[in-house]
């Protein structure tokens, strides 16, 4: 060996026990679906079968919900909600304790580096369960009135992204704000969620206040429709979002949604620019790109944009792409076939317009669903790479000459969920900040999650907010809204 | 012969000006004992997108408005109401056939109104938004935002009362807002209009639009540039269109219960969390 | 010329760098210490850390004899294996390097070098003229390489051109007969944006190399502060074209610790600086690990330090 070349160092699969199939989680038991169908899921960085898993249909989804609602009327709503609380953090620590174990599950099930799955999603979903537990017999405090009242039973539907991480951040704060949940984890990675309700069962969680269904965006269509639901909970695109928001059009259903985004990430010319390359790297690369906050659209102030950019290629180089159980992996596998060719799709069209595409060398496995970090420069507004989500590791430069187009710029879009700004001036920062048409602002950093920190988007990028205080009132009960 | 009283022509109100309906139509409105009252414009769609159009443009100056500087303009809207309370009494006697005394009570209950959102526009941030404790070395912070712009079907009755309730927390919020008066009982809501275009209120911040309701709700519901949507004057058929059209840009879409609650200011907001390091 | 030496341009020069944002620095440096190198990776980087060790010894007690045993093992670090390469240098103060240079040259170490730390080490705190002989001194008995301090108070107090003009002296001293270390101290200087500018100041007074600390101040050579300092060689290059080392020292005493900072260069600098010309690790008890583990790796089963010598 004549140069430091990171020899392959492979997170050991051994600690993770997949089973060869799995039911589905109704009432606290794994039961077969009633008409018996399964589908499988694979490892999406080299195609092989991890499981099989249920299919739920509308049979299915009807006993869970039900389910759910006999232990919210005659279980969960009645216990006193300490213990509620005491059930949380029994859960919290059992995450903690098999974090491993889940990790290991987590990038097999969905292709995110190992590095991510354990150092980001499973401790923040297990510090999710710690943060609402601590909620739970301080509802009165949440600002939501002296006598916060829970919804009932929660439909909730989760994307492929963080598996894990969004069933924690929609199952903890439902379940401490005494609400029992049916939750559809998505068809591509159901195995930590299915992981999970063991996690319920070793916690001695009471039957039917968690339920697992898996399945296809039909099964999703059963719950969101279910008529004895009284809220939905979804993360996921902005399409689906409206269509759910347009079922529910018609009945007392409240929901939360949590949609896309195209992130614009604004570097000014006075940023402190070697932590902007990170913050731009790790606002579009993390994940495979696999992000709805990502920050997808990179504004750079013209007169450092040369610099930013030469800067972000040599960095972009050090991006070591391949098997997600190699410790040292940055960007894992594309999660699906159809993403790999959405991907694709919307990028190829950055072509067609005129963008400038660029990626460092970097040799892809052969199996598996692969896409190398990439970025266009040369993009303006009005290209489909600067306005649609493309959901995988794809920049969009643009540049900017002053403050204020820089912003014009950044808001000039249908989503509003996340903006990064980069300056080494405090009041230009809260500046931008003010001007942004977004939930979450990272300035001076990207791509940081806290189960204290609200998130949640403008405009079509979704209604409501998840985590902290705002994100717990959506799952009690409002005393002046109408629910119809 | 006794003197003939002047009558007066009920108008909309857009981008602080009184214009009729471009499309020239207006439509009868009878008192508590059929009696002709007058001919307000029915508004069309037409008048409906200048109202947008002119809320949008004075969003952000409201929205950038000091919170002092927005309360100080709410409480103003309260001193002139209250100085015109004679002819708001009046308006709501021969309009709602109620008794001078129940029609005062209501007027004064809508200037305290004005007077109690006044109150909440520089308490907001301080008692709905949060430091957010997360761990690591960023400061976080929650603070509410203003939507945009904000369609009100007014409430029918009380007729004054049931506009102001819904008008006052949307422009306490920061927001701009097209308030669609109850279609039988808009002239107090007209009248209203008059008060706000002596108020210090920025011209477009509200803009009124009298008509029929049925007509207007779903240009409201499909209008790209409208955020959120009070439908306290919407039967729940209304409603439920209204939602159905308005998923296509998620549009906030709320009805609230008859009285006043911060909630129906915060429902017009959004929440925005700031990150950043803590370091040298 | 980048800056004419001025207070002025120098100034001008260091206050047009870009900022660094610490928590940014901070959480760069702390994900590149997650890379797990194990195997042939690990066997390369333990002995291209040994090659890159400057050997070190300074202290009041510091002896002949201490400093002859210093030398044996800096040319044979481990008697047993004549596989692992000799350091990069010993590093000794002034009235040592005789003794060292000597002792290096009769027992076939003639290619290590023999590093002294001169200019009133550690504090600085001497007149120019003091500066000057101390160096002179040093390079008149053999040394290869001149360790200096900088003037960390004339640098906090904004006498940038003072610090400039210092170094710039002592470059010329050092002629074409020694390399110039300059140290910065970096835990004296406290911040990130001190540690660039500061980086940056050496450079341009004619630095051969850039090191972190005396060994004497805490904190020393922590993983942000080489990142960043990094970074500074890294954009010198680009800027200028000349490469200039970096030299961590101070609080460097595992394998682990060795292997974090080959990281760092191999992903901030780049593996052009992936060699003892351009990358230098200031230890002492570092180098026993490295054997240590070394013989782990060789033999696949855990080293006593029985097995390793002591000096």
């Known amino acids: ?484 | 012969m006794s003197r003939l009283d002047i009558n007066k022509t009920y108008k909309l109100f857009i981008a602080g000006a009184f214009p009729r309906s471009e499309s020239g139509r207006v439509y009868e409105i009878k008192g508590a004992y059929k009696k002709f009252i007058a001919n307000p414009a029915m508004a069309s769609r037409k008048d409906l997108r200048d109202a947008v159009v002119a809320a949008k443009a004075a969003q952000s100056g409201w929205a950038n408005a000091t919170a002092f500087n927005r309360g100080q303009i709410l409480y103003r809207i309260a001193e002139i109401m209250q100085g015109r309370s004679e002819q708001f009494v009046d308006e709501i006697c021969a309009l709602e056939g109620v008794s001078n005394k129940a029609a005062k009570t209501q007027v004064d209950e809508a200037i305290d109104t004005w007077v109690w959102y006044s109150g909440w526009c520089d308490k907001l941030s301080s008692v709905t938004g949060s430091l957010n404790p997360v761990s690591g070395p960023f400061y976080n912070f929650t603070t509410p935002e203003p939507l945009g712009v904000v369609a009100v079907f007014a409430e029918s009755k009380p007729s004054l009362l049931g506009a102001v309730r819904t008008l006052a927390p949307v422009l306490a919020g920061g927001n701009t807002a097209v308030l669609i008066a109850s279609e039988s009982y808009p002239l107090p809501v007209i009248t209203l209009s008059e008060a706000l275009a002596t108020s210090d209120l920025p011209a477009g911040v509200v803009n009124i639009l009298t008509g029929k309701t049925a007509e207007l709700a779903p240009w409201v519901g499909s209008h790209m540039e409208i955020d959120g949507v009070d439908v306290a004057g919407l039967s729940k058929k209304q409603e439920e269109e209204l939602k159905l059209v308005g998923a296509d840009n998620l549009k906030r879409v709320f009805r609230f219960t008859p009285s006043n609650h911060p909630e129906r200011i915060l429902g017009f907001m959004e929440q925005k969390t700031v990150w950043h390091p803590i370091g040298l | 010329m980048i800056v004419d030496g001025s207070e002025v341009s120098l100034k001008k020069f260091l206050s047009d760098l870009p900022p660094v944002d610490q928590v940014g620095a901070e959480a760069r440096a702390s994900m590149l210490a997650t890379r797990s190198i194990k195997t042939t990776s690990k066997a390369w980087a333990i002995d291209m850390a040994i090659s890159m060790v400057d050997l070190t010894t300074l202290e009041g007690a510091d002896s002949a004899g201490k400093v002859k045993a210093l030398c044996a093992k800096a040319v044979r670090p481990d008697p047993t294996d004549l596989t692992v390469p000799s350091v990069g240098a010993i590093c000794v103060y002034n009235d040592m390097v005789k003794i060292a240079r000597t002792e290096l040259d009769a027992i076939g170490g003639g290619d290590v070098a023999v590093a002294a730390v001169a200019t009133a080490f550690p504090s600085g705190r001497a007149t120019l003229t003091v500066k000057k002989l101390d160096t002179q001194d040093a390079i008149d008995a053999g040394a290869n390489e001149i360790d200096m301090v900088i003037d960390r108070g004339a640098f906090l107090s904004g006498h940038l051109g003072e610090v400039f003009d210092q170094i710039k002296v002592i470059k010329e001293l050092c002629g074409n007969k020694a390399h110039l270390k300059v140290i910065l101290e970096t835990g004296e200087l406290v911040t990130y944006d001190n540690v660039r500018k500061a980086s940056y100041l050496a450079m341009l007074a004619g630095a051969d190399f850039i090191k972190t600390s005396t060994g004497k101040v805490a904190p020393a050579a922590t993983a942000p502060v080489v990142l960043v300092m990094l970074e500074a060689v890294r954009d010198y290059f680009a800027l200028t074209g000349t490469r200039i080392g970096v030299k961590p020292a101070g609080g460097i005493r595992t394998t682990k610790d060795a292997i974090k900072q080959l990281v760092l260069v191999n992903e901030t600098a780049g593996s052009e600086w992936l060699k003892p010309s351009l990358f230098r690790i200031g230890a002492s008890a570092l180098l026993n690990d490295l054997l240590m583990q070394r013989m782990k790796l060789r033999t696949g089963h855990y080293a006593s330090a029985n097995y390793v010598t002591m000096d």
Not at chain 1, 36 to 47: D, H, L, M, R, Y
Not at chain 1, 76 to 96: F, H, M, V
Not at chain 1, 164 to 183: D, E, F, R, S, Y
């Open chain 1, 1 to 484: 060996m004549s140069s430091f070349e990171y020899a392959s160092a492979p997170e050991s699969k051994a600690i993770a026990n997949i089973a060869s199939s799995y039911g589905l989680f109704i009432g606290g038991k794994f039961v077969e679906p009633k008409k018996g169908k399964s589908f499988n899921t694979i490892n999406p960085a080299n195609e092989e079968l991890l499981s099989k898993v249920g299919y739920a249909d509308k049979l299915d989804i009807d006993l869970a919900v039900k389910s759910a609602r006999s232990a919210f009327t005659k279980v969960w709503s009645k216990l006193p909600a300490k213990e509620r609380g005491k059930y949380l953090y029994r859960i919290a620590r059992i995450l903690q304790e098999r974090a491993r174990e889940f990790a290991v599950v987590e990038t097999l099930d969905n292709g995110k580096p190992i590095r991510e799955s354990r150092d980001t999603d499973i401790p923040l979903a297990a510090a999710h369960f710690f943060y609402h537990a601590g909620w739970a017999d301080k509802l009165e405090y949440a600002g939501v009135g002296n006598k916060p009242k829970p919804l009932g039973v929660v439909g909730q539907i989760i994307p492929w992204n963080f598996p894990l991480l969004m069933l924690a951040w929609k199952i903890a704060p439902a379940l401490a704000a005494g609400n029992t949940v049916v939750l559809k984890p998505a068809e591509t990675t159901p195995l930590t969620a299915l992981l999970f309700a063991q996690v319920c069962q070793q916690a001695g969680l009471p039957e039917g206040v968690v339920n697992i269904v898996t399945g296809d965006g039909i099964t999703g269509a059963a719950l969101v429709n279910h008529p004895d639901i009284n809220k939905i909970a979804f993360t996921g695109s902005t399409e689906v979002g409206k269509a759910i928001a347009r079922s529910i059009s018609a009945t007392k259903k409240s929901a939360t949604l949590e949609l896309g985004g195209k992130a614009a990430n604004i570097v000014f010319d006075d940023a402190a620019i070697d932590e902007a390359v990170e913050g731009i790297v790790n606002g579009i690369f993390f994940n495979q790109g696999h992000v709805c906050c990502a920050g997808s659209r990179l504004l750079i102030q013209e007169n450092v944009s040369d610099e930013v950019i030469e800067k972000l290629k040599k960095r972009m180089s050090l991006i070591r792409v391949g098997d997600p159980m190699d410790k040292n992996t940055d960007l894992g596998a594309i999660n699906s076939k159809e993403q790999l060719k959405r991907i694709h799709e919307i990028s190829n069209t950055g072509d067609a317009e005129g963008a400038n595409r660029w990626s460092p060398e970097c040799k892809l496995p052969t199996k598996g669903y692969w896409y190398p970090p990439t970025i266009f420069t040369g993009v303006s507004q009005s290209h489909r790479i600067a306005r649609d989500e493309i959901f995988g590791p794809v920049l969009s430069v643009l540049t900017f000459r002053t403050p204020a187009e820089g912003i014009e710029k950044a808001n000039n879009s249908m989503y509003g969920l996340s903006a990064g700004i980069w300056s080494d001036k405090g009041a230009k920062i809260l500046w931008a900040a003010k001007q942004l048409k977004a939930g979450v602002i990272w300035a001076n950093t990207f791509n940081k999650f806290d189960p204290a920190s609200p998130f949640g988007g403008y405009k079509e990028s979704g209604w409501g907010r998840e985590g902290g205080r705002h994100g717990l009132a959506g799952y009690l009960a409002s005393d002046a809204k109408v629910s119809k």
